[in-house]
């Protein structure tokens, strides 16, 4: 923990990569209560998950970065969401921060796409090392106004240094797309039980060869009033407790009551 007359440093990262509009708001949100760093893939990397890069190498180099009251530090990686994070903590911070921060993603994080998710991953990096993480995303595709998302960013920021998280624990948080006074407060939420219908588009490339492109439907199955989804339909911020610890506990002591041996039958 900091002292309290010292500035929180805090680390910013996306999966938008940096020249994305949410991650300035982001930063710029921020920048008012704290020192802050931006570690941001150099390219676009939504939905890459939690990869990382082992065969190449990876590489930072400064970025003009400003926000509304002038530079911030900032390092364009030619890496993923979780690269980054890695990267910045090893090499590019001048010590720990006191929170990791990843978003504001544009589009949702709700349900089933957190394991696919980017702007999770990279908060998830820094929830491992037992740094107090948060991953931001705004319930809209594309752009929009980050107003609203980067005011709530700032308060859930604020909650989060003057409390101590659970271990191995970060936030999933879900902002909806509508004006701040319309926002009905937070909600502290569950993970919708929810999938994609998928749909392969199937075509065929110059060399006559066939290609395959991944589209699909998302299908909420979840009636709960307590999920990320309803949370987020009803206008409602979504604060989604999560982990990377992805044992199953309940399911260990049915299968311990299994039969392991050898089968006796063959
Ligand atoms: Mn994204």
């Known amino acids: 923990m900091t002292s309290t007359s010292e500035r929180p440093l805090i680390l910013v990262s996306n999966d938008d990569g940096i020249e994305a509009a949410g991650i300035l708001s982001l930063a710029a949100a921020l920048d008012p209560i704290g020192d802050v760093i931006v570690a941001a893939p150099l ?99 594309g752009g929009g106004d980050f107003e609203a998302s980067g005011r709530i960013a700032r308060q859930i920021v604020q909650h989060v240094l003057a409390n101590t998280m659970p271990p191995g624990i970060l936030l999933n948080v879900n902002i909806p797309d509508v004006p701040f006074d319309d926002l009905e407060g937070i909600m502290i939420t569950r993970q919708a039980q929810a999938r994609w219908e998928e749909e392969f588009a199937e075509r065929v490339d110059p060399f006559d060869r066939p290609y395959y492109w991944l589209s699909g439907t998302f299908v909420n199955l979840d009636e709960g009033t307590n999920t990320d989804l309803w949370a987020v339909d009803n206008n409602w911020v979504s604060v989604t407790p999560i982990q990377h610890d992805l044992t199953a506990y309940r399911a260990m002591e049915v299968l311990q009551d299994w039969d392991w041996s050898e089968s006796s039958e063959k």
Request: hydrophobic share 40%; proline share 9%; with cysteine.
């Open 43 to 141: 390219q676009e990397m939504s939905a890459v998950g939690h990869a990382i890069t082992m065969r190449e190498p990876v590489r930072a180099r400064p970025w003009p970065f400003r926000g509304p009251s002038g530079q911030i530090t900032a390092h364009a990686i030619s890496g993923t969401p979780a690269d980054c994070v890695k990267l910045a903590l090893n090499k590019l911070v001048p010590r720990q921060p006191d929170i990791v921060v990843s978003g504001i993603n544009h589009g949702p994080n709700t349900a089933v796409n957190v394991i696919y998710s980017g702007t999770v991953s990279a908060a998830t990096e820094a929830a491992i090392l037992g740094i107090p993480a948060i991953a931001f995303s705004y319930c809209r595709w």
